[in-house]
């Protein structure tokens, strides 16, 4: 290898993932101790990775369908009955709403919409999920090139099959951290092993999963990298990560920011470790990057949430557009 002057031998050494090699986990954990001016060159590894491994960029937008009175306890959600965060409450939108949201989407461009309720999840097809199944169908029917995508808690086999027959893009469902630690940084009223068992229902049956984070929770480096490596070995097919966006009310309202620095950094290990797959910043990306977007976006991600998030409001997709196309002059 070409001894390259002026950057650190951890990350020369890491160059050999564009050779088609893995890194291994020792090297990871060194890569994940840089700072200061390294982390650019960390960044610029993993933009080439993301542009020779996943070069595709990929904007979806979410409605969420039911919101609030969740009867779960995860510590950064608004939505939790658990908290007392200012939240709009409403029980599942009707199915007239949801294709109107479903056109806007399309009619902005967006090839992917994305049903999400709020709560544990659906261990049967009770009336409720089949509302959402028959929304599914309908905006298969009236748009059929639109992808639709779904986030509905954790599910059982009976529901996790009745999805995989709607022809579904990708199901969300998140991990949110290191497993380990989920209980203590996450929630206590459901364990991340059904998560993941989610996860693999969906993934034996054909369905795309999107699965990823937050960053933010109070978790280390280390934490980042074992959800890194869980992520990889559930081969999930794309991995959203969040930035904590402290919301009042909940558990962890007073939680100091993450430096832009070190998100970039989180950025580009989750690229070397997960190089072929999509990655895609969703909440916090326009709140809590503030002039770093635009880096961040270079740091190894391949995709955007666009139009806003559950609870918090984002940028509108056509802005978002122009900031795409912005980006494809950096390969
Ligand atoms: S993240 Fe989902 S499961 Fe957890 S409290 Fe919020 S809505 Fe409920």
Redesign the pocket.
Known sequence: MKKMSGINEHIQRAYAILDDEQLDRELVEKLSGLDGEDILDLVSLANKVRAKYAPETHACTIMNAQSGQ?????R?????A?HEAAVDVYPLVGKDEIIERARATHESGVSSFGIVT????FKEIDSTFQRILDGIDTIHDQFPEMNVCASL?ILSEETATALASRDIAHYNINIQTNPSRYAEL??RT?RVEERMETVRLLKKRGVGVCCGGIMGLGETMADRIEMAYALKELDVDVIPLNVLIPIKGTALQTQSNLSAAEIARTFALFRLINPYKTIKFAAGRETRMNDFQGLLMLAGANGLLTGGYLTTRGRDTEQDEVFLKDLEGFG
């Open positions: 969740c009867s779960e306890d995860c950064f959600c608004a939505q939790s658990h709020s709560g544990f999840g808690g996450v929630s459901h």
